[in-house]
């Protein structure tokens, strides 16, 4: 099962997306509601966004394509 995406455009006019469940758009994840509020994201995601954080800091001109769709 693949992820939503939400797009968007920046304040400098760049189209950009983000995961729509990082977002406050979708209803909130099972394993987000179970937690009780004690873990507001699942490891799985905090590690996708580690990773793409550090992709953007190594080569901040270039937005890694495709693999939206993990």
Do not use: Y
Request: hydrophobic content about 35%; charged content about 30%; aromatic content about 8%.
């Amino acid at each position: 099962m693949g992820a939503e995406w939400i797009q968007f455009r920046g304040n400098n006019g760049r189209l950009s997306s983000i995961r729509a469940d990082w977002t406050d758009l979708c209803a909130p994840d099972l394993f987000v509601t179970l937690s009780d509020g004690r873990a507001d994201f699942k490891p799985r995601d905090l590690l996708q966004l580690a990773d793409l954080i550090d992709s953007l800091q190594r080569n901040p001109n270039k937005v890694k394509q495709g693999d939206n769709a993990k």
